[in-house]
């Protein structure tokens, strides 16, 4: 397993904009975004494979993007246009096998909070 460790989080209004980051402790193959809402399941957001390879939910599709910097073994999450429903603890996943939009990766980091409000 890797370590990683998030930031950016915070409060935005609505329509605004966030930049995650999540440095992960050594190279790994696959990063990820996932976010869970109080009293819902851990939902995939993005992730981004070594090659550059990219998925979204169609919930963030058009809106967030997903980029990392493999020399730093970070992964970025930039999120434009944020609505109230984006509003959740937002948690960075690593995998040295595989890229999936489950949450079935073997590293988590800790999350980070992000409020948009209305």
């Known amino acids: 397993q890797v ?14 904009s966030l930049r995650l980051s999540c440095a992960a402790s050594g190279p790994i193959y696959c ?14 957001v993005a992730y981004i494979s070594t090659q550059g390879t990219t998925r979204y939910s169609d919930s963030v599709k058009g809106r ?12 970025y999450l930039q999120m434009n246009s944020l609505k109230p429903e984006d509003t959740a603890i937002y948690y960075c996943a690593a995998d040295r096998a595989m890229c999936s939009l489950l ?9 980070t909070q992000v409020t948009v409000s209305s």
């Open 103 to 111: 949450p079935e990766y073997n590293s988590w980091g800790q999350g």
């Open 64 to 75: 967030f993007t997903i980029s990392r910097d493999n020399a730093k073994n970070t992964v």
């Open 31 to 44: 990063m990820g975004w996932f976010r869970q809402a109080p009293g819902k399941d851990r939902e995939g």
């Open 3 to 16: 370590q990683l460790v998030e930031s950016g989080g915070g409060s935005v209004q609505a329509g605004g």
